[in-house]
């Protein structure tokens, strides 16, 4: 793990990069390193998230900064951005039930093919999708997500790399840490080594590539 400056940090990720960014509607969501994506001018960029926030919060940035090429979320937020350049066709949206979302991201993080669901099934979710019997009962096949870079929000990091979080921040972090090829996080605090106990861990160091250092 190797600590990073911020602008450091983005320039590592290409145009067209996949990303998976933490955060439900903003809660969790590392917003200066959103920002940094923004003034960059990162575009091209597939994101994989619980959702697409609202206009000036978390995602909503890359919104409407018109820098995403395609979304795979469960739902858009309270965007009317997401809407209009979905209709206009400028942007692909993918829809995914919420459980699903976070096992998909689960099953990549753990090195699986993908998981079987019962949800979607009879509805239009299931068209194009393989199904398979189990004990009777149909499933479909979601496959593993996985991303080039995941773009994590810590409460607290040490200089390892353990990562806590807090309350409902923690949401999609610590499974798209674990899923990703390269993992940036942006920690509110950073401390030093022993002081985040080992039963407080959540995400722990040799998972974590890079951290944002303090400015």
Known sequence: MRTIDLQDAVSMIPAGATLMVGGFMGVGTPEPLVDELVRQQKGD??????????????????ITAKLLRRVIVSHIGLNPETQQQMLAGSLQVDLVPQGTLAERIRAGG???????????????????????AVDGRDYLLEPALRADFALVHAFIA?????????LTARNFNPLMAMAADIVIVQAENIVPIGVVSPDHVMTPAPVVDYLIAKG
């Open 110 to 132: 753990f090195g699986l093919g993908g998981i079987l669901t019962a949800t979607g099934i009879g509805t239009v979710a299931e068209e194009g999708k393989q199904k398979i």
């Open 45 to 62: 960029l597939t994101v994989i998230a619980n959702d697409t926030a609202a206009p000036g919060t978390g995602i909503g940035k890359l």
């Open 158 to 166: 040490d200089y390892l790399g353990n990562l806590s979080y807090v």
